[in-house]
């Protein structure tokens, strides 16, 4: 039995925020002339690159298991309780706010899902903010591939890598992206997808897509206010 991890992270260096009445992924100014995802996938189908797509979306249980588990982990570090990293412990916050579930960013987060393309989209932002976004990819044979929850699990457990000096001027880190984008404080929704199909060598593979808005892990910024 064999099970192998992938994790991918995204850095937001600038950004222009928007406001509009009707949602037109086509033209919105802050995708900069990137492709958005809604316009660049139009149909709700898996794409030609998911072989064997038996399950695209998420249940409900798994809906609130994920906005749950980040709630969690983001108080477990407001609360100053997470103690790991390099150094630790991490400080706490006064400001971290919960998680809701956003359908927006659900639904452009399943479509990019449905593309089975193991790297972020180029453009996935809404009218009202930048749009953040960590990925995931398990595969698996002889046994089930991760789950929604060990990789949210995986993006957590880079705290052991992050220097806690940074969360008052973020600097970018491959090895600590998901992480902080999971724990930016003013990121107040989440919206995930997640589809299940057959990689090239025949492995069950789970492709897991969250968006986080408004987006963190911008550089220069605090992550969070220390609690003092």
């Known amino acids: 039995m064999t099970r192998f991890f992938n994790l991918l992270s995204l850095a937001v260096l600038a950004g222009v925020f928007i406001s509009a009445n009707a949602v037109n992924y086509c033209n919105l ?3 900069r002339g990137k492709m958005h995802t809604m316009c660049a996938y139009t149909s709700s189908a898996p794409g030609p690159n998911c072989q064997q797509a038996h399950d695209a979306g998420l249940t409900n249980s798994e809906k609130d298991l994920i906005v749950r588990k ?15 990293g390099s150094p630790g412990p991490q400080p706490p916050a006064s400001n971290m706010q919960d998680l809701t579930w956003d359908d927006e ?26 749009v953040g976004q960590n990925i995931a990819r398990s595969s698996a044979t002889g046994m089930e591939p991760a789950g929604v929850g060990e990789m949210i699990d995986d993006w957590y457990n880079e705290v052991a890598l992050f220097d806690n000096s940074l969360v008052s ?35 069950d ?8 808005g408004p987006s ?13």
Do not use: P
Not at 70 to 83: C, K, Y
Not at 186 to 200: L, M, P, Q, V
């Open 29 to 31: 100014a802050s995708c």
């Open 70 to 84: 980040h709630n969690e982990l983001r108080q477990r570090v407001a609360s100053g309780q997470e103690t790991r």
């Open 105 to 130: 960013l659900a639904t452009i987060a399943q479509r990019w899902a449905n593309q089975c393309i193991y790297k972020h989209d180029k453009c996935r932002n809404v009218e009202r903010y930048q």
């Open 169 to 203: 001027s973020y600097q970018f880190s491959m090895d600590t992206a998901h992480y902080t984008q999971m724990v930016w404080a003013t990121t107040a929704k989440i919206g995930c997808g997640r589809i299940k199909y057959k990689n090239e060598r025949g492995w």
């Open 205 to 212: 593979t789970n492709f897991f897509v969250c968006n986080y």
């Open 216 to 228: 963190g892990n911008w550089k220069g910024k605090k992550m969070y206010e220390i609690r003092q």
